[in-house]
């Protein structure tokens, strides 16, 4: 599991967040917090990482390292 993906899912359970209730949050779609985290998206765009970075209110490199 890549980094991004492990560090997304982890963070998101932890706040308590679903899936969906982050992809709000964040203003990207669903199908993406889905994609990234089972790996079937592995480059997302900077835009989209900065999006959920901030919508789990943690740095950008905390969500990729």
Do not use: F, H, Y
Request: glycine share 4%; proline share 2%.
């Amino acid at each position: 599991m890549s980094n991004i993906s492990k560090n997304l899912r982890k963070m998101r359970e932890a706040k308590g967040l679903s899936q969906e209730k982050l992809a709000r949050l964040a203003d990207v779609a669903n199908n993406t917090i889905i994609k990234i985290e089972g790996e079937k998206n592995k480059n997302p765009t900077l835009d989209t990482l900065k999006k959920i970075a901030k919508a789990l209110g943690v740095s950008l490199d905390d969500l990729t390292n």
